[in-house]
């Protein structure tokens, strides 16, 4: 393969990264963002995301741009001009939704943007954001012809290869993850898979189109929001049934082909996200989409769940609701990881309050300023022992949280609920 290859990777957060630094180990890279703060910190071996150790961050990054002065590293810019000299670009920015979940492409329309004021004949533009099957060659291609002047799969191609980032996962890394690969043509198609089965360990799979690979991904969320909503559905059931949910799945998953799903808040920049972008594009084409619109909001209905339970479960003990105090552990989407990005735990926050409830949020593994910013929530610096609560939701499994001894900031007819059903019975009065 061609190992001359001078790599810019835009968007430097979960996926962007751990990807740059991984390239940075074979070839010059250039990583650009449009974060000022977030590029200096990295630049001086530091990652707030915890997703790169900073060991391994520092062994790759340099004091100028390896494009221009050669060698293998990487280089952290918000300039622009730093990326002139590329020859690979690889785009993994956010691919959210609006307030109305429809697909919101602004940030790879602003990323393809900027790639094409500097693409130059002969690049090949690399897209990893989760989107719909098209939206490569039909969103971001004519926005690079239009900025560049030059013409899709004659003067510059394109690819895809889906990012499966699993935020906060030490075992499942970047080189570890299988990787879909795709070209626009067959012959670019071979370069874009030989360029990351150079550092992917656990190997490529080509897909025959960039709209397989596209589609591949899409699925991939999709697939699991479904089976989680079931699971979901189970716990709604069987939680009028006075049946533990937990017990349920235990006994099932001694079936050889049961899948081992459990019910829970589902949320996060991909599940809570991704299926959405589905659903738009088949209902663009007239097919409107039952099972996985259903999924979704069956999914986004567990916060109110989560928070009717608890309040019942107050009534039951005597414990008057209005101005009771609650604490709930955990803020971020997922368990030992920072990445507060839509949060489902919100909604349970939101919901018992609407019941003229106190809650107060702890969470080590989350950014106090960030979660002030985005969800207006001041987070306790630390869980005072002295001060008893009616109420303890353990929303998040930090391995922080299952050291705590909770019956000492409980009373004895205090609720403890488990969202993530870890604790013991014991402890918990319920689980979901």
């Given at each position: 393969?061609?190992?001359?290859?001078?790599?810019?990777?835009?968007?430097?957060?979960?996926?962007?990264l751990p990807l740059a630094r991984l390239l940075a180990t074979k070839y010059s890279v250039v990583g650009f963002?449009?974060?000022?703060?977030?590029?200096?910190?990295?630049?001086?071996?530091?990652?707030?995301?915890?997703?790169?150790?900073?060991?391994?961050?520092?062994?790759?990054?340099?004091?100028?741009?390896?494009?221009?002065?050669?060698?293998?590293?990487?280089?952290?810019?918000?300039?622009?001009?730093?990326l002139k000299d590329a020859n690979v670009y690889i785009i993994t920015v956010p691919t959210p939704v609006d307030?109305?979940?429809?697909?919101?492409?602004?940030?790879?329309?602003?990323?393809?943007?900027?790639?094409?004021?500097?693409?130059?004949?002969?690049?090949?533009?690399?897209?990893?954001?989760?989107?719909?099957?098209?939206?490569?060659?039909?969103?971001?291609?004519?926005?690079?012809?239009?900025?560049?002047?030059?013409?899709?799969?004659?003067?510059?191609?394109?690819?895809?290869?889906?990012?499966?980032?699993?935020?906060?996962?030490?075992?499942?890394?970047?080189?570890?993850?299988?990787?879909?690969?795709?070209?626009?043509?067959?012959?670019?198609?071979?370069?874009?898979?030989?360029?990351?089965?150079?550092?992917?360990?656990?190997?490529?799979?080509?897909?025959?189109?960039?709209?397989?690979?596209?589609?591949?991904?899409?699925?991939?969320?999709?697939?699991?929001?479904?089976?989680?909503?079931?699971?979901?559905?189970?716990?709604?059931?069987?939680?009028?049934?006075?049946?533990?949910?937990?017990?349920?799945?235990?006994?099932?998953?001694?079936?050889?082909?049961?899948?081992?799903?459990?019910?829970?808040?589902?949320?996060?920049?991909?599940?809570?996200?991704?299926?959405?972008?589905?659903?738009?594009?088949?209902?663009?084409?007239?097919?409107?989409?039952?099972?996985?619109?259903?999924?979704?909001?069956?999914?986004?209905?567990?916060?109110?769940?989560?928070?009717?339970?608890?309040?019942?479960?107050?009534?039951?003990?005597?414990?008057?609701?209005?101005?009771?105090?609650?604490?709930?552990?955990?803020?971020?989407?997922?368990?030992?990881?920072?990445?507060?990005?839509?949060?489902?735990?919100?909604?349970?926050?939101?919901?018992?309050?609407?019941?003229?409830?106190?809650?107060?949020?702890?969470?080590?593994?989350?950014?106090?300023?960030?979660?002030?910013?985005?969800?207006?929530?001041?987070?306790?610096?630390?869980?005072?022992?002295?001060?008893?609560?009616?109420?303890?939701?353990?929303?998040?499994?930090?391995?922080?949280?299952?050291?705590?001894?909770?019956?000492?900031?409980?009373?004895?007819?205090?609720?403890?609920?488990?969202?993530?059903?870890?604790?013991?019975?014991?402890?918990?009065?319920?689980?979901?």
């Amino acid at each position: 393969m061609n190992t001359n290859h001078k790599i810019a990777i835009i968007g430097l957060g979960y996926v962007g990264l751990p990807l740059a630094r991984l390239l940075a180990t074979k070839y010059s890279v250039v990583g650009f963002d449009i974060n000022n703060e977030r590029v200096h910190e990295l630049n001086n071996g530091k990652d707030s995301t915890l997703e790169v150790e900073e060991e391994l961050l520092k062994k790759v990054i340099k004091e100028q741009n390896p494009l221009s002065t050669g060698g293998n590293g990487l280089f952290c810019s918000t300039n622009i001009s730093d990326l002139k000299d590329a020859n690979v670009y690889i785009i993994t920015v956010p691919t959210p939704v609006d307030k109305h979940n429809r697909p919101d492409l602004t940030p790879l329309h602003k990323s393809s943007e900027t790639v094409g004021n500097v693409l130059k004949k002969g690049d090949i533009v690399i897209y990893e954001s989760t989107v719909y099957p098209g939206v490569t060659e039909e969103e971001c291609v004519p926005v690079l012809e239009k900025i560049s002047g030059l013409k899709f799969n004659e003067d510059f191609f394109a690819g895809y290869s889906p990012e499966r980032i699993n935020p906060g996962d030490k075992e499942r890394t970047v080189e570890k993850i299988l990787k879909v690969t795709s070209g626009s043509t067959p012959e670019i198609g071979k370069v874009v898979d030989n360029l990351y089965k150079s550092v992917i360990l656990a190997g490529t799979h080509l897909a025959p189109s960039i709209k397989v690979a596209e589609a591949s991904k899409v699925i991939e969320n999709s697939q699991r929001d479904v089976n989680i909503a079931f699971m979901n559905e189970l716990a709604k059931i069987f939680s009028l049934m006075d049946i533990d949910t937990h017990d349920v799945l235990e006994a099932a998953g001694t079936k050889w082909n049961f899948l081992n799903f459990k019910p829970g808040l589902v949320g996060g920049h991909c599940i809570g996200v991704d299926p959405f972008y589905l659903a738009q594009k088949a209902q663009e084409i007239g097919y409107y989409s039952e099972l996985i619109l259903s999924a979704r909001r069956l999914n986004d209905s567990m916060g109110a769940f989560v928070a009717s339970q608890v309040v019942k479960l107050m009534i039951k003990k005597n414990i008057p609701v209005k101005e009771a105090k609650v604490l709930n552990l955990g803020i971020t989407f997922k368990e030992n990881c920072p990445d507060i990005r839509n949060s489902k735990v919100i909604d349970v926050i939101k919901q018992l309050e609407d019941y003229g409830i106190h809650v107060e949020t702890y969470d080590p593994w989350a950014d106090k300023v960030e979660v002030s910013e985005e969800y207006g929530i001041t987070l306790l610096d630390e869980i005072v022992c002295s001060k008893t609560y009616d109420g303890i939701i353990l929303s998040v499994s930090h391995n922080e949280f299952l050291e705590l001894d909770l019956q000492r900031i409980a009373s004895d007819l205090s609720v403890i609920y488990d969202v993530k059903g870890i604790l013991s019975k014991k402890i918990s009065n319920a689980r979901l």
